[in-house]
Structures are given as structure tokens and as C-alpha cells.
Nanobody, 124 residues
Framework: QMQLVESGGGLVQAGGSLRLSCAAS????????MGWFRQAPGKEREFVAA????????DYSDSLKDRFTIYRANARNTLYLHMDSLKPEDTAVYFC?????????????????WGQGTQVTVSS
């Protein structure tokens, strides 16, 4: 049973940067594709970025790919999301998720395990 714990969220001014982390335990991290999703108040959870097992293939939401970077450190059992040029519309709870599929997974139904989320608030 994979457990995921996100950290690194907080309050940041527009134009700033944040790096989110997702610490994994209880499973073989390097055998899981990983993803980031976000959910703003009153909205559905949406795909942000995904990465395959070994970290050499990524995919992004079209609207975010120029500002966000997903990467992983398998030796540390940790997934990251680096976010630049943050905008107020990036305000949301950010979730990491793990999928046993050996490819990039962009659909949230492809993920078996989810963290509790970390709040990101971007002030204007």
C-alpha cells in the first residue's frame, strides 16, 4: 500500500515560485508512474503533470507546460513539482498520485494512490 505525503505548499505572490514535494513510502517507488493534479474551490480535480517510472518521459497540461516542471528522485522516493511565474489562478490544493502503469498517465482514473494534498495560494 503506497502512502504519499505532499509538502511545500504555501502563500506566494504572483510571479513567484514554489517547489512541491511528494514523499512516497510503502511501495517500490521506482515501479510507479507519478502525477500531479490540482483542485480549486468549486472545480473538478484537473491534471497538471505526469512522469514515467524512470523519469525520462513527462507530460503536462498544455496551459502549464511552460511554467511547471515535474521530476523525480527514485533514490529518495520523492516526486517534485517546480512551479514558476505563479498566477492567482494557480491557487488550488495540489495532489500527487501513483499509478502502477509503466507509462505516463494523464487520466486521474489511472491512479491507485493519492496524497492528502497541499494548499498553494497565489496572491495578486
Amino acid at each position: 500500500q503506497m502512502q504519499l505525503v505532499e509538502s511545500g505548499g504555501g502563500l506566494v505572490q504572483a510571479g513567484g515560485s514554489l517547489r512541491l514535494s511528494c514523499a512516497a513510502s510503502g511501495g517500490t517507488f521506482s515501479r510507479y508512474a507519478m502525477g500531479w493534479f490540482r483542485q480549486a474551490p468549486g472545480k473538478e480535480r484537473e491534471f497538471v503533470a505526469a512522469i514515467n517510472w524512470i523519469g525520462d518521459t513527462t507530460d503536462y497540461s498544455d496551459s502549464l507546460k511552460d511554467r511547471f516542471t515535474i521530476y523525480r528522485a527514485n533514490a529518495r522516493n520523492t516526486l517534485y513539482l517546480h512551479m514558476d511565474s505563479l498566477k492567482p489562478e494557480d491557487t488550488a490544493v495540489y495532489f500527487c498520485a501513483a499509478s502502477p502503469l509503466n507509462r505516463v498517465v494523464t487520466n486521474r482514473r489511472g491512479y491507485d494512490y493519492w496524497g492528502q494534498g497541499t494548499q498553494v495560494t497565489v496572491s495578486s
